[in-house]
């Protein structure tokens, strides 16, 4: 699927900051993480990259969205990321979703979608806002199958062959 823009010029904004995301999953996948990457944005700026870090940093909680989170606060000096805008390769999980949400991003952009864990286009989602006071727009399938086919080889890389 495209990406969801409301006009050309947004879907081939969209589809730019979501190619800078996959060339960044990419470079995370070749160092053995999965590769899931995200950056954030404001007024067609990249504010800040992450990349998904925990098997090097031996945290759990290093998701690409976080990493990008905690660069893009460090960076403007304040955990508010108010008008910023999340792109990542990979459907949030439920803690992402909740730093999102922490940190008021604005709109968040995700690639291909996570079944597993994905939050963002379940029920988690409407559970989630229901209980808060900050919501924001989530918009899936931006670059979907090639974010989906890096993952897939990635792991079919690592499993054994039968």
Known sequence: MACQGNNVKNQERDQAFMGEALRLARRAGRSGEVPVAAVLTRDGTI????????????????????????????ILGNHRLVGLTLYVTLEPCLMCLGAMIQ???????????????GAASTLALTRVRKGVNHRFPVEGGCLAEPAAALLREFFQARRPQR
């Open 103 to 117: 940190a008021r991003i604005a709109r968040c952009v995700f690639a291909a979608t996570d079944p597993k864990v």
């Open 47 to 74: 504010i800040a990259r992450g990349a998904n870090a925990t098997l090097r940093r031996k945290d759990p909680t290093a998701h690409a969205e976080v990493m990008a989170i905690r660069k893009a606060s460090r």
